[in-house]
Structures are given as structure tokens and as C-alpha cells.
């Protein structure tokens, strides 16, 4: 999907898909919420507002004379691919600082992540009908599927979200793709890390 629309946030310009990340972000904590509990949910929203506050600020790390000449370009710029890189990283710290007794439900944050920001991005833009159907479709199977929770069917809705990006018109080298791919990868890491230490426990 590609961003088409701008939208106004009372002072505030954003593009498209800006506004379908934040409101995928209450989606899935409503999710959370409703089908696992209030600690998974708690973390989630830790873990998210830490990514948006180290993405924003990380436009100081990536363009420091502008932010200098400019202090409010905060509100508009963002660190680009660096800044996803420095976020998921903060975003993993605080997951992974956590306690949470089932580690495994991590896997759903990505995947609902990814769900409801591809159907938000279909809601809120113009782009070609058959891509949009497409894409609607694939985001709502990833939505059921990942509601049942059964470990197993994770893994086909990981690669049906990731299939569904090849017939985007920016494929696989979007933002939010190498968010959820290394938010993705590093959850594994986690779990596998976890589980063999309760092992040897």
C-alpha cells in the first residue's frame, strides 16, 4: 500500500499512514485486552510508546541541524529507517526486561501489528481496487487467524503478511516491514532464549 492522503489532527498534518499506525497500535491493545489479558496488554503499550518516542526523537540523531534550526520539526520528522532500527530496538528492551509468564503470546504483537495497519492503510488511501481487495482480504484472515491463538497456524499468518507485501507497490522495503520483521525476529530470539533457560532451570 502506498500513503495518498494527508489528514488534519487539529494543527497537526500527518500522512495516512502515520494515522493508521497509531490507531493500529489502540487496536491491538483492544485485541489484547479482550482475547489474552491486562499484563499483555500493559506490555504491549510500553513497548509501543517506547518505539514511537525513540522513532520521533531519533530525527535528533539523523538530521541534528535541522532539529537545532528547527526545534518543532520533531512533531513532523522522524529518523526514517534509522529511527525504525533505534525504536524496535527500544521497543525489544522493554519486552524483553518484562516477566510475563507466557512469552509465546509475544507473537501476536506483530501480527496484529501488521493486520490492522494493512487495513487501516486500505481504509484511509486511494490505490488500485483488485490491491486493496487483496490486501483487505489477507489482513482480515490474519486477523481471525490470529484471534484462535493456536500456536502453529502463527506461523502461516507470519508468512501470509509478509507474501502480502511482494504485491505492494513499495514490496517488502517499507518502514513498517523491517519494524515487524525485526520486532518478528527478535521476539523468536526471546522465546527460544527463555524457554532454554527454563529448561535448564
Not at 489482513?139 to 502453529?152: D, E, K, P
Request: hydrophobic content about 55%; charged content about 10%; glycine content about 6%.
Amino acid at each position: 500500500m502506498t500513503t495518498t492522503d494527508w489528514y488534519i489532527i487539529y494543527s497537526l498534518t500527518m500522512p495516512s499512514s502515520w494515522l493508521a499506525f497509531f490507531i493500529s497500535i489502540v487496536a491491538v491493545a483492544i485485541t489484547l485486552y479482550l482475547r489474552f489479558d491486562k499484563q499483555l496488554t500493559s506490555i504491549f503499550i510500553d513497548a509501543s510508546l517506547a518505539f514511537i518516542l525513540v522513532w520521533k526523537l531519533s530525527v535528533i540523531v539523523t538530521d541534528f541541524q535541522t532539529v537545532l534550526n528547527q526545534p518543532l520539526s520533531i512533531l513532523y520528522f522522524n529518523g526514517g529507517y534509522v529511527g525504525v532500527g533505534m525504536g524496535t530496538i527500544a521497543g525489544l528492551y522493554v519486552l524483553f526486561k518484562t516477566n510475563y509468564l507466557e512469552p509465546k503470546n509475544y507473537r501476536t504483537f506483530p501480527l496484529l501489528m501488521s493486520s490492522y495497519y494493512l487495513f487501516f492503510m486500505v481504509l484511509l488511501n486511494e490505490n488500485n481496487p483488485a490491491l486493496e481487495i487483496f490486501i483487505l482480504a489477507t489482513a482480515l484472515s490474519a486477523l481471525v487467524l490470529t484471534w484462535i491463538g493456536n500456536q502453529r497456524l502463527l506461523l502461516g499468518v507470519a508468512v501470509l503478511l509478509f507474501f502480502s507485501t511482494f504485491f505492494q507497490p513499495l514490496g517488502v522495503f517499507q518502514p513498517y516491514t523491517f519494524l515487524l520483521i525485526g520486532v518478528g525476529i527478535g521476539i523468536e530470539v526471546f522465546i527460544r532464549f527463555s524457554t532454554k533457560k527454563v529448561v535448564a532451570t
